[in-house]
């Protein structure tokens, strides 16, 4: 397990850079009130498509937001603690992620781990009947936004493939653009029955969500959102990024709503240039570039919007706070091939092969020294303890709140962990046996050290967050549990926890 650093480092020279080169000016940006806003969404934004409230079924309304309200009302919202360059930060939007069960997503550092929408063959216990009722609208909704993205992106296929002027934006002041369902009598030539089979199947892998996260601010209790720093937009609720950890070239779809109109006495704010600060905003911009002005698109009750194809790579977003009050529920193909719980079950179980516990045996052996084999194994317990256990129990018992879906997992992997720290103690005893070669040992011993030395700095980090300033200001249900086992120096857990001193052991014995 890598730990993450170079890729930061990367943004904050591209960002320095780009201040640099604007130095005191802003970089233009077009609302739908501007001239050119069509023709630039059209040219530039081709890969964002709205699709406006009037234009989605009446149910589909009604249940998402009742769900929204429903698990906001049942306490299921919260604000993440995060980790950028080495500090931690609560987000200033409070999310939940639902999605298939056992899958995870992870974005600044922090593991989400799905609240299980129904799914047939899963049981799931929710804690109240309403929260149920709220998972199988969302997950309606996702069936619904999957096949809305296939054919917002059929049509941009067939834009491209014959040469058609107008781009798959929908807009309420210019119908310049052909709307998803008046396309379709165009679509049937197109319809999946007539596409080639192995067309259909990608389109369907780069929108087959697996999960939405959903979120909810509410601007009037955030009095210090940042300022947008490049275009002069406003206020952000989330800043300029690309979404994390997603299928290459999927698709995002985002249902959007600002659930009240702002009251009469809280719109002295004065609009800056551009776009109204009372009402949501995505903003787009061309990754890292000052030679395209930026978009700015209005976001009304009820709205969706659809990022297709490498939008997400080739451009980046963000999120413009209005007045009122937001949910949205963003849909995604999150990358999950490190990411599921059958995926870490799956490495528990490969690295447990190394381990021999056959009745005859007074203790419990390892089967193989090898290199390879230490590797693996370590690298396992590295990761079930620092991308599994830590992150979730970091995150208190929010996830009962609503289902008790990951209790059994997370105690499956908490007894995996506890074998895994036996076979690294069994490893240690190895290493002290005098009739080791002394070639072997050495090798053997620079393949464990450098695991052990990133364990026991992400144990000491892991520690540290646990008694921060910004945890002991979280209420008591979100604060995190962490567990006696993994306090430095216990005395009632009998493997070895002092690795401070283990790894200075090591060293001494590579230096013999």
């Known amino acids: 397990m890598k730990r993450k650093g170079a890729g930061e ?25 501007d001239d050119g806003f069509h023709q630039l969404w059209k040219t530039k934004y081709s890969k964002l498509v709205l699709r406006t409230a009037e234009k989605i079924p009446k149910e589909v309304h009604e249940e998402v937001q009742e769900a929204f309200l429903t698990l906001q009302k049942h306490g299921c919202f919260f604000q993440d603690l995060v980790r950028i360059k080495g500090k931690d930060f609560v987000t200033p939007v409070s999310r939940i992620l639902v999605g298939n069960p056992g899958c995870t997503y992870k974005y600044l550092n922090t593991r989400l781990f799905t609240v299980p929408w129904p799914v047939e063959g899963y049981e799931i216990n929710y804690s109240h009947p309403e929260i149920s009722k709220a998972c199988k609208a969302l997950i309606k909704l996702n069936c619904y936004l999957h096949r809305e993205s296939v054919l917002a992106l059929q049509e941009q296929n067939l834009a491209e493939t014959k040469g058609m002027e107008d781009s798959p934006v929908i807009d309420r002041h210019q119908d310049y653009a052909t709307s998803i369902t008046e396309m379709g009598s165009i679509l049937q030539d197109q319809s999946p029955s007539h596409v080639p ?19 909810y601010m509410d601007p009037q209790q955030m009095p210090f959102l940042k300022q947008e720093p490049y275009f002069g937009m406003g206020k952000m609720a989330v800043s300029w990024h690309h979404d994390e950890n997603l299928v290459e070239g999927s698709t995002v779809a985002v249902y959007s709503y600002s659930c009240e109109e702002p009251a009469a006495d809280i719109l002295e704010e004065k609009a800056p240039s551009g776009r109204d600060p009372a009402v949501w905003h995505v903003g787009l911009k061309v990754a890292w570039d000052i030679k395209n002005p930026g978009l700015a698109v209005p976001l009304y009750p009820g709205d969706c919007y659809f990022m297709l194809d490498d939008l997400n790579m080739t451009h980046q977003h963000c999120v413009l706070a209005g007045l009122p009050p937001r949910f949205s529920s963003t849909h995604r193909v999150a990358e999950c091939s490190q990411g599921t719980l059958p995926y870490i079950l799956d490495q528990c179980n490969a690295a447990l092969q190394n381990l021999c516990t056959d009745t005859h045996l007074s203790c419990p052996t390892l089967k193989s020294l090898d290199v390879d084999d230490i590797k693996r194994v370590e690298e396992t317990h590295n990761e079930v303890e620092f991308e599994w256990l830590r992150q979730f129990w970091f995150q208190g018992k929010r996830y009962r709140k609503c289902t008790d879906w990951w209790d059994k997992p997370m105690a499956a992997l908490d007894e995996f962990w506890r074998k895994l720290e036996l076979m690294t103690s069994l490893l240690l005893c190895e290493f002290r046996k005098e009739e080791q070669a002394e070639e072997q040992r050495k090798e053997r011993i620079s393949c464990l050290l450098p695991i052990l030395e990133e364990r026991q700095e992400l144990r000491q980090d892991w520690l540290a967050r646990c008694h921060s300033q910004l945890v002991e200001n979280l209420p008591k249900d979100e604060k995190p549990e962490c567990h006696p086992y993994w306090q430095e120096g216990d005395a009632s857990m009998p493997l070895p926890f002092n690795l401070e001193e283990i790894i200075a052991e090591l060293q001494s014995l590579l230096e013999c």
């Open 197 to 215: 089979e192995n067309d259909h199947s990608h389109l369907k892998e780069r929108t087959s969500y697996n999960l939405s996260l959903l979120n």
């Open 9 to 33: 480092r990367e943004k904050d020279v591209k960002k320095r850079k780009l201040l640099d080169e604007l130095g005191e000016s802003w970089l233009p940006y077009l609302t739908p009130k």
